[in-house]
């Protein structure tokens, strides 16, 4: 596997389920990011990770919960979640310094509907 | 907070046009400049990036971008599109330590 995986890619919940998005970066980058990618808005930054440390996290409902293990791995965790959370989650990672923690690198997402 | 703006929201071109996809946005410090390109299906991939130097970058696929501070813009140009080119592309602006905030996107349809 090369560059940002995610699993699953489609997801379907129910509001009481309990449910996990992952993501794998092969790149050796030291930070990583989730994405929430709504139709006609703009991606939201939802959570960032640096060095497995939490560095930002953008207000974000808590029914989000996010785990970062070790460098190469990033989890999102779901549970009692709502319709409107319903969206493309991206993942991405990016290396350290700067200008190139900008320089992100994508995962291919998680279609979620949450029903 | 910073902010990006993209002015169109889908372009429609025949093959052989030249494009030009505007992008602006509101931050008074030192910034870094991205496009991204979300082909149908697949991830978001990085078109081209400003960081220093020079303002006209250049970029995959022959594509370009120039950065005008005076102007806070950040224009993606391409002299002749391709039918392969259709995609939705996203301007970003990195500033501070991780954030990166990305415009709406504009589809683009090349009709061949």
């Known amino acids: 596997e090369t560059g940002v995986t995610q699993t699953p890619r489609h997801l379907v919940m129910g509001m009481t389920n309990k449910k996990s998005l992952k993501c794998e970066q092969h790149l050796g980058h030291n930070a990583m990011y989730w994405y929430k990618q709504s139709a006609k808005k703009p991606l939201e930054l939802m959570f960032v990770?640096?060095?497995?440390?939490?560095?930002e996290n953008n207000s974000v409902p808590s029914r989000f919960s996010p785990e970062c293990p070790n460098s190469s791995h990033l989890f999102l965790h779901l549970h009692t979640l709502q319709p409107e959370d319903s969206a493309l989650y991206l993942c991405a990672s990016s290396q350290g310094g700067s200008g190139s923690l900008h320089e992100q690198y994508f995962g291919p997402g998680t279609r979620l509907t949450v029903t | 907070a910073q902010s990006v703006s993209q002015h169109n929201h889908h372009v429609i071109l025949s093959e052989a046009a030249s494009l030009e996809l505007g992008c602006n946005y509101s931050y008074g410090g030192t910034v870094n400049l991205f496009w991204y390109v979300q082909y149908p299906g697949q991830h978001l991939q990085l078109l081209l990036k400003?960081?220093?130097?020079?303002?006209l970058v250049k970029g995959i696929k022959g594509f370009e971008a120039e950065f005008i501070k005076s102007k806070f813009s950040f224009n993606l140009r391409k002299p002749s599109v391709q039918w392969s080119d259709t995609a939705e592309y996203f301007c970003?602006?990195?500033?501070?330590?991780?954030?990166?905030?990305f415009g709406k996107g504009t589809k683009l349809s090349v009709i061949p």
């Open positions: 990770y640096s060095l497995e440390e939490r560095v």
């Open positions: 400003y960081f220093s130097g020079d303002p």
């Open positions: 970003a602006v990195g500033a501070g330590s991780y954030q990166l905030t």
